[in-house]
């Protein structure tokens, strides 16, 4: 087990690489860090997650100006985590774009989450002192939208409940290249204490059918050719599912907290531990995996409390 809470000792900077992975489509990643995309059109561009402070998002932007000058015009939240939309002012992008639920989130737990992933995370939200305030939408959709930036087309769409109930994901057609957010990962563990494990899967068997040329994952590597985008799906799926079915067995019989994360770890442990952010995520994991299984189908808020509560359950 972790001695640290979370992440509270990762201080190690990562490494960014700036990959094409379609005509003048772009993923920002860092070593299993919060990624984002960036999408170049005719006449303006779109970025993809705001990353958690002003100050990562300028190392963002560093990167577009290192291949266009065109203004930035529209940025596209995948869904509400701190980490993925506290450095939008940077961008002073005139069209912030969510789904209707992820919004909703927002106002029922954003500042709860800001609190919270503050404690997980500290060394992602250095320069917090910036941050304006909770991040909100100029535009939102329920199932699907379509945006022009001048003639190149990107079509955001929800399609089903995942790494949170909001997850929407930004498709290129004339690239058949998807940014998914954290519905998919690549080498890195999936956080799931906001997730819907039983909808999962069924959510990546849908991006599956898009039978893509690349994806940009929420976290880990740009992913290029089908082999690698099918790999990444399979590998997401399978540690969703090996997370959720030993903690299930555990909280139906009426088993503790500390009996379902014992169980998760002697199933993912062999599989998963030198994935990036694994034990971040496990104790988040294993506590959303319990309630699901005891039908609490609306993810509880998380809060630096609860947070402090459940390690503390944890370490016995």
């Known amino acids: 087990m972790s001695k640290q809470f979370a992440s509270a000792g990762d201080m190690a900077e990562k490494e960014i690489s700036f990959t094409e992975i379609g005509r003048d489509l772009w993923a920002f990643t860092a070593e299993g860090d919060p990624n984002s995309g960036v999408i170049i059109g005719d006449d303006s561009v779109m970025i993809i997650e705001a990353q958690a402070t002003p100050r990562l998002a300028e190392k963002v932007i560093e990167k577009v100006r290192s291949v266009t000058d065109k203004p930035i015009t529209h940025l596209v939240l995948t869904h509400y985590h701190a980490v993925r939309v506290l450095g939008a002012s940077a961008y002073d992008a005139q069209t912030i774009i969510m789904s209707e639920k992820a919004r909703s989130m927002v106002a029922e737990r954003g500042k709860e989450d800001w609190a919270s992933e503050f404690e997980r995370f500290p060394r992602l939200f250095q320069g917090h002192e910036s941050i304006p305030g909770l991040t909100w939408p100029s535009t939102t959709f329920n199932d699907r939208m379509t945006v022009y930036l001048g003639k190149r087309r990107v079509d955001l769409m929800f399609l089903g409940r995942a790494h949170t109930a909001g997850d929407i994901v930004a498709y290129v057609p004339d690239a058949n290249v998807m940014f998914t957010g954290d519905i998919v990962e690549y080498h890195s563990a999936c956080y799931c204490g906001d997730?819907?494990?039983?909808?999962?899967?069924?959510?990546?068997?849908?991006?599956?059918?898009?039978?893509?040329?690349?994806?940009?994952?929420?976290?880990?590597?740009?992913?290029?050719?089908?082999?690698?985008?099918?790999?990444?799906?399979d590998s997401t799926a399978d540690f969703?599912?090996?997370?959720?079915?030993?903690?299930?067995?555990?909280?139906k019989r009426g088993g503790s907290l500390k009996e379902a994360w014992d169980a998760c770890r002697a199933a993912c442990d062999p599989k998963f531990k030198d994935y990036a952010i694994y034990e971040h995520c496990l104790p988040f994991n294993v506590a959303r995996a319990y309630d699901e299984a005891l039908d609490i189908d609306t993810p509880r808020i998380w809060t630096a409390e609860r947070d402090a509560k459940m390690w503390a359950d944890l370490q016995g």
């Open 240 to 251: 969703v599912r090996s997370t959720y079915e030993p903690v299930a067995k555990v909280a």
């Open 195 to 233: 997730g819907h494990f039983g909808d999962w899967p069924g959510t990546l068997e849908q991006i599956r059918k898009f039978d893509l040329d690349a994806i940009a994952p929420g976290r880990g590597d740009a992913l290029v050719g089908s082999d690698m985008v099918n790999a990444a799906l």
